[in-house]
C-alpha cells in the first residue's frame, strides 16, 4: 500500500523568503506525483504534477526516487501563495491494475507573512 | 464554464438519520470520483464511477455508504443510519475520460456533513 507523509502541518514564511514544502512518499513501484491547492474558500486544485516537469505560480517539484520525496520549492513566497497544500501519488504501475487511487497526504498550511 | 458543484453546501442530521449528497460533474465528463476529507486530513477515495457504473467502491467505509450514478452524469452518495463519525466534508471530482486517475480531477466546492 502507497503512504504520503506531509510532515509539516503549519509552514509560516516572510513574504519574499524561499519556500519548501516537504513531501515524502512509499511505495513499491513508480508512482506519479502531484501537488494540490486550496485556497481559503476555494475548492481544491491542481498546481502540478511531476511528469510535466513544469513551474506553476513559480513553483517546482522534483521527483527524488532515491529519498522518496516531492518537495514543492518556490525562491520567493508571495502572500497569495497562503493557502493548503497537499501532496497526492498515483501507484502508476501497480500489479493490481484496474482504476488506480490517488492518496493524498495530510495537507500543510502555508502562511505567508507580509 | 460551469465546475462541478454539489448539493447541499451544508447538511445537519441527527444520528441514525439517512442523508443523500449530490453531485453535478462537469458536463462531458465521463469519470466521477468522490471522496471523504475528515478534520485534519487529506482527503480519501471512497468511490470511482466511469460513466454509469462503479468502477471501484473499494473505499467505501461499509454498507451504510451507497453511491449511484444512472445516467452516467449527476451522482448521489447516500449513506444510511448516520453515525457522529460520519462527519466530514464530502467532495466530489469528475474528469475527462477514463484515463484512471492520471486524468486531471476537477473537484467541487465540497459537502460539510455534521451528524449530532
Known amino acids: 500500500a502507497q503512504r504520503v507523509t506531509q510532515p509539516e502541518k503549519l509552514l509560516s514564511v516572510f513574504k519574499g523568503a524561499p519556500v519548501e514544502l516537504k513531501c515524502n512518499y512509499s511505495y513499491s513501484g513508480s508512482p506519479e506525483l502531484f501537488w494540490y491547492v486550496q485556497y481559503s474558500r476555494q475548492r481544491l486544485q491542481l498546481l502540478l504534477r511531476?511528469?510535466s516537469r513544469e513551474s506553476i505560480k513559480g513553483f517546482t517539484a522534483d521527483l527524488n526516487k532515491g529519498e522518496t520525496s516531492f518537495h514543492l520549492k518556490k525562491p520567493f513566497a508571495q502572500e497569495e501563495d497562503s493557502a493548503m497544500y497537499y501532496c497526492?501519488?498515483?501507484?502508476?504501475?501497480?500489479?493490481?491494475?484496474?482504476?488506480?487511487?490517488?492518496?493524498f497526504g495530510t495537507g500543510t498550511k502555508l502562511q505567508v507573512i507580509p | 464554464g460551469a465546475g462541478v458543484s454539489q448539493t447541499p453546501s451544508n447538511k445537519v442530521t441527527e444520528k441514525g438519520k439517512y442523508v443523500e449528497l449530490r453531485c453535478d460533474p462537469i458536463s462531458g465528463h465521463t469519470a466521477l470520483y468522490w471522496y471523504r476529507q475528515s478534520l485534519g486530513q487529506g482527503p480519501e477515495f471512497l468511490i470511482y464511477f466511469q460513466g454509469t457504473g462503479a468502477a471501484d467502491d473499494s473505499g467505501l467505509p461499509n454498507d451504510r455508504f451507497f453511491a449511484v450514478r444512472p445516467e452516467g452524469s449527476v451522482s448521489t452518495l447516500k449513506i444510511q443510519r448516520t453515525e457522529r463519525g460520519d462527519s466530514a466534508v464530502y467532495l466530489c471530482?469528475?474528469?475527462?475520460?477514463?484515463?484512471?486517475?492520471?486524468?486531471?480531477?476537477?473537484f467541487g466546492p465540497g459537502t460539510r456533513l455534521l451528524v449530532l
Open positions: 471530482a469528475s474528469s475527462l475520460e477514463s484515463g484512471g486517475a492520471r486524468e486531471t480531477q476537477y
Open positions: 497526492a501519488l498515483l501507484p502508476v504501475g501497480s500489479q493490481s491494475g484496474g482504476y488506480q487511487k490517488v492518496t
Open positions: 511531476h511528469i
